[in-house]
């Protein structure tokens, strides 16, 4: 029996490496992995919690949270695809005509 | 007879109809149009006189009528604002005099306008027709709110007909003056409608139909309530206290505001100015509008409230004051001018003052018929200046006419009537009633009213000038030797000229014979047919309509009384000077020669014909005052107000300028906001929630 403490220091981890990731890599590549990190963060608290509760809601709605990170990832290469006809590179810090 | 009253909202209505077939039938199928709209302005005049004399004998049959027609705002817990239709003796015999004028105007200018080829035709009679319903429903009007639309209405068509030869410099800036001029007392007018509603809660002039009540009627319990009888209505007490004045002088205080509107419509000192410009329009309109109908509206609206005016000495005070002066001020004017629609001009100002010194000395029947008989002879002359007019191929400078007595006698004849009429000669029409006024004036005067001797004064000199102009205006147009050669082969005129002519020359001559006052008080004969007329009803909703009435108010609430002086002796010095006036004309101007005499007048000449400097004075104070004025506004406008808004606008613009380089394009650095942003808000809840 895992104690719940360790779920959640697991959970806290994966989302701060995503945090990490978001913050630091100029790859747009890097950024979606990173966000898929921090989305199943996310989805490990969810499961973690409704064991601890002994209530299927939260895993039920995990399977919805992979089933969106499955769509996110499909609409996010293909901005990751724009990127690249437009700016030549898919390094995020370039793409900066929408601004002031 | 009960249906006849039925059909008066038809006796406007008949001339808006004629508007708009004049108006949309010459736009899209002018020749469709016969006479360029001509004949649909006469059959529709003439149908609205047929309807206003059947209106007329259903009223001296006691069958009046007062009815809400349309009310276009339902109050909710106030009062609410409609259109209504109000038939008594004052409003039946004003239709009768409106529908007539604006029928024979119609038939004149088929010989004026169409004969004389002007183009434009449609514009021109739609304007009549509007003009002409304008007119009608301000008579009918049963409330004071409606009566200031159609007040403006006639306004607004007195722009558009004295600006109809717009493609000249003249006319279009004599519309603008006459506009922007009476505009001026409309104002005041417009605040004492509203004061009026404040006050009362309602502007109806009599109190028909359930739970309806009339201002006059209000305003009467109030001063009587504070006289000591009665209480004072709930809405007037409490409007009362929020004005924080006695109910006498508040009640002045609204009636001075609605007769500011009075004095700029019918041409009193000091708003006079416009309507001599206005002689600009065509003839017609000038006897129709300028004279007959239009400039009445200010003296009938009131007449139309005199219950309430009744009350207030001071206001009776100041309408004399200024009648009797506008009297005497414009018939000066009135002696030097050269062209003979000016003479005509200022002699209607003055005619218009009589009518107002009447109003304000009690003489409330003498001023009714003065506006009677004024309208019949003022048309008249209008008409027969029209008639000389197209004779002398547009010419309308005297001293280019002389002789045309013998070259177009109709004309002169009935112009001659007219002129005698306006002099006051007895019997023409105009003495009966200018005696009347005058001996109102005195008797109240030397009564218990001493103020009113001085309007009275002024009335009586004005007498003397009147005679002195219109002989001086006849004997240089019609007698003598033909000065120029237009003069001595004039240009003929048609049935249509002489028909108006005729029928309100008679009028002119016999009209006065409805009110023979001082001939009733010396032979005791029952012929003071107007004051039976107008006198009112007795124990109906309508009785607060009479002239019992109205003297009964004038004695107790503004303190009227009436001296004893028999009628013979005022009449006689009034005829007197009428008659020195006409005698010192006949023998300065009745020669073959005349020459100018005024030049002996000196520097007083050059006052005169400069109009005593009233226009230059008036423009001083647009150029002189109130432009500084504007410009100091404007400048506080700009600079103050603007600033401050300036200023507060700058903070936000500055402030934006410099936050908005946060929004860079680079998306780690949003990111990076956000997760601050987050991580700031957990701190924030932390602390405040007790986590630490």
Same mark, same amino acid.
């Given at each position: 029996m895992v104690p719940m403490e360790y779920y959640l220091l697991l959970s806290a981890a994966v989302f701060s490496i995503g945090v990490f990731g978001v913050l630091t890599r100029r790859s747009a590549l890097m950024f979606l992995m990173s966000v898929e990190l921090m989305l199943n963060a996310a989805g490990v608290n969810l499961v973690a919690f409704s064991w601890f509760y002994g209530n299927l809601t939260g895993q039920a709605f995990t399977l919805f949270v992979m089933a969106l990170a499955a769509a996110e990832v499909a609409v996010g290469l293909g901005i990751i695809l724009t990127l690249y006809r437009n700016f030549d590179d898919i390094d995020v810090t370039n793409a900066t005509t929408m601004r002031w | 007879m009960v249906g006849a009253l039925e059909f008066t909202p038809a006796i406007p209505l008949l001339p808006l109809a004629s508007f708009f077939v004049a108006l949309l039938v010459g736009y899209f199928a002018p020749r469709l149009l016969p006479k360029g709209g001509a004949i649909p302005g006469i059959v529709a005049t003439a149908g609205s006189l047929v309807m206003s004399v059947l209106a007329f004998f259903a009223v001296s049959q006691g069958d009046y009528y007062a009815e809400t027609l349309y009310t276009w705002v339902v109050g909710q817990g106030t009062f609410s604002l409609h259109f209504g239709v109000l038939v008594d003796p004052l409003s039946a015999m004003m239709l009768v005099i409106v529908s007539l004028v604006a029928f024979l105007v119609h038939v004149f200018s088929l010989g004026y306008m169409n004969d004389e080829g002007e183009t434009g035709l449609p514009r021109y009679y739609a304007g009549l027709g509007l003009f002409t319903f304008s007119m009608l429903s301000f008579v009918v009007a049963d409330n004071l709110l409606m009566a200031f639309m159609f007040f403006e209405l006639v306004g607004l068509c007195s722009f558009l007909l004295i600006g109809f030869h717009f493609r000249e410099p003249g006319p279009p800036s004599a519309a603008k003056k006459a506009f922007l001029v009476t505009r001026f007392g409309d104002y005041f007018f417009l605040i004492g409608v509203v004061a009026v509603f404040a006050t009362f809660g309602t502007a109806r002039f009599v109190a028909t139909g359930e739970g309806a009540e009339s201002f006059p009627h209000l305003a009467e319990q109030t001063l009587a309530a504070v006289g000591g009888e009665g209480a004072v209505p709930e809405q007037v007490a409490g409007f009362l206290d929020v004005v924080g004045m006695s109910a006498r002088d508040w009640f002045s205080v609204v009636g001075l505001l609605i007769l500011g509107g009075v004095i700029g419509k019918s041409a009193q000192f000091p708003l006079h100015t416009w309507l001599p410009d206005a002689m600009e329009g065509p003839t017609p309109v000038s006897a129709l509008i300028h004279a007959a109908t239009m400039v009445a509206a200010g003296v009938y609206l009131v007449a139309r409230m005199y219950g309430f005016y009744a009350m207030l000495p001071t206001v009776l005070a100041i309408i004399a004051l200024v009648g009797g002066f506008t009297a005497l001020f414009a018939a000066t004017m009135g002696v030097v001018k050269d062209e003979l629609k000016q003479v005509l001009a200022y002699s209607t100002i003055s005619q218009y003052g009589y009518m107002m010194l009447g109003l304000g000395t009690g003489g409330y029947i003498a001023a009714t018929f003065h506006l009677m008989t004024h309208a019949f002879f003022k048309a008249l002359l209008f008409l027969g200046a029209g008639s000389v007019i197209i004779a002398m191929h547009h010419n309308e400078n005297m001293w280019d006419m002389g002789g045309l007595k013998e070259k177009m006698p109709v004309t002169y004849y009935t112009f001659l009537s007219g002129s005698l009429a306006l002099a006051g000669i =007895?019997?023409? #029409?105009g003495f009966w009633s200018k005696d009347e006024i005058l001996y109102e004036a005195l008797i109240y005067g030397a009564g218990e009213s001493p103020i009113l001797l001085a309007a009275y004064a002024m009335g009586l000199l004005a007498v003397f000038f009147t005679g002195f102009y219109t002989f001086r205006m006849v004997f240089l147009t019609f007698h003598g030797d033909s000065r120029t050669e237009t003069a001595e082969n004039p240009h003929g005129v048609g049935w249509n000229v002489k028909f108006p002519l005729v029928v309100l020359g008679i009028l002119a001559a016999t009209?006065?014979? =409805?009110?023979m006052t001082p001939v009733a008080k010396l032979? $005791? #004969? @029952?012929?003071e047919f107007l004051k039976d007329w107008l006198v009112g009803t007795e124990g109906t909703a309508f009785s607060a309509l009479g002239y019992e009435h109205y003297h009964h108010l004038l004695v107790d609430f503004a303190g009227y009384g009436a001296a004893d002086i028999g009628p013979l002796v005022p009449a006689a010095i009034s005829l007197a000077l009428a008659l020195g006036g006409a005698g010192l004309a006949w023998v300065l101007y009745n020669v073959d020669e005349p020459t100018e @005499?005024?030049?002996?007048? $000196?520097g007083a000449k050059t006052v005169l014909y400069n109009n005593y400097y009233q226009d230059e004075y008036q423009v001083w104070l647009a150029n002189g005052v109130t432009r500084p004025l504007a410009r100091a506004a404007d400048t506080f406008d700009q600079g103050v107000i603007d600033g401050v808004v300036n200023a507060v606008s700058s903070v936000s613009l500055f402030s934006g300028s410099r936050i908005k380089? =946060?929004?860079? $394009?680079v998306v780690t650095h949003y990111a990076a906001m956000l997760t601050l942003g987050l991580v700031a808000l957990l701190v924030v809840f932390g602390v405040a929630g007790g986590w630490f």
């Open positions: - | =007895v019997p023409f #029409a009209v006065g014979l =409805v009110n032979t $005791g #004969a @029952h012929i @005499h005024t030049e002996k007048l $000196g380089r =946060v929004q860079d $394009g």
